[in-house]
């Protein structure tokens, strides 16, 4: 499935799509001003595939929240840049939409490699990054091989997802091309997550479906023990992209997380 009303973004020579659910008596000049009242979400996809992916969340969430969700550079329908990009330029060119559009407080929620986006953001902008998700995290230092993600990736496929979840992921994997997604590929392998995660000061919430055989349990809990304000939930009979198959747990576990860390009326 996909969002309507998406709009071309540039920012620093990139091109990307965003999609926005927000409500129109808070609108401004330029954007949505955070007023506190309720929480922002920003979403982010994983290598190869766009927001198509996180439709689904992306609705459940905007019932009580502010929702931004994203077809980055490369992905779903943006334009292919000219170069390889690192975690680094991808989280720069969302911090300068964002900017743009009046984004003044959020909460990132990354999926796979839009984990390592997440923590970078939160890394680059402590004072406006409010705490971030982490949903189904890439990549595992034990399993630091292609050969290893490809098999445990046709696992998930074979044995933990739906028709829908597969059809969407695989149609954006071939939207993307081979060549641009071997071009990331590299980047989202050698992205020390777990490192990078220590110097998070935000609450960081590491959420994972019990089925995923990508997000390991093991490696899931480790990561929440890295982040010094770490916590980690499970999505039950879930795989890998349990924000597609059980949309509304995973927004139910996202907004209790964010409910009890700042107080935020998410009642839909």
């Known amino acids: 499935m996909a969002l309507n009303g998406g709009r071309n973004v540039e920012s620093g020579g990139l091109q990307g799509i965003l999609y926005s659910s927000v409500q129109p008596s808070r609108a401004g000049a330029k954007g949505i001003p955070d007023t506190g009242a309720r929480p ?134 071939f939207r993307a091309g081979p060549r641009w997604y071997l071009t990331e590929l590299p980047v989202m392998m050698q992205y020390p997550l777990e490192e990078r995660l220590a110097g998070v000061s935000q609450p960081v919430l590491v959420l994972r479906g019990t089925r995923d055989p990508i997000a390991r349990r093991p490696w899931c809990v480790k990561l929440s023990a890295a982040a010094p304000q770490g916590s980690m939930g499970e999505i039950l009979g879930q795989g890998h992209v349990f924000q597609h198959t059980a949309p509304a747990l995973a927004a139910q576990a996202i907004n209790g997380w964010v409910r009890a860390l700042n107080g935020f009326d998410v009642t839909a």
């Open 40 to 173: 922002t979400y920003v979403l982010l996809h994983g290598i190869g595939v766009s927001h198509r992916y996180l439709a689904r969340l992306h609705q459940e969430l905007a019932k009580a929240a502010d929702v931004y969700s994203f077809d980055l550079p490369g992905f779903g329908k943006s334009s292919k840049p000219g170069r390889q990009l690192q975690v680094e330029d991808f989280a720069a060119f969302v911090s300068a939409v964002l900017t743009d559009a009046g984004v003044a407080s959020y909460v990132p929620v990354g999926h796979s490699m839009g984990t390592q986006f997440a923590v970078e953001l939160a890394l680059r902008e402590p004072w406006r990054v409010a705490g971030a998700v982490l949903m189904g995290p890439v990549v595992e230092p034990s399993r630091k091989s292609v050969a290893q993600q490809a098999l445990a990736l046709t696992r998930d496929a074979m044995f933990s997802e739906s028709l829908t979840s597969n059809a969407i992921v695989f149609s954006d994997y």
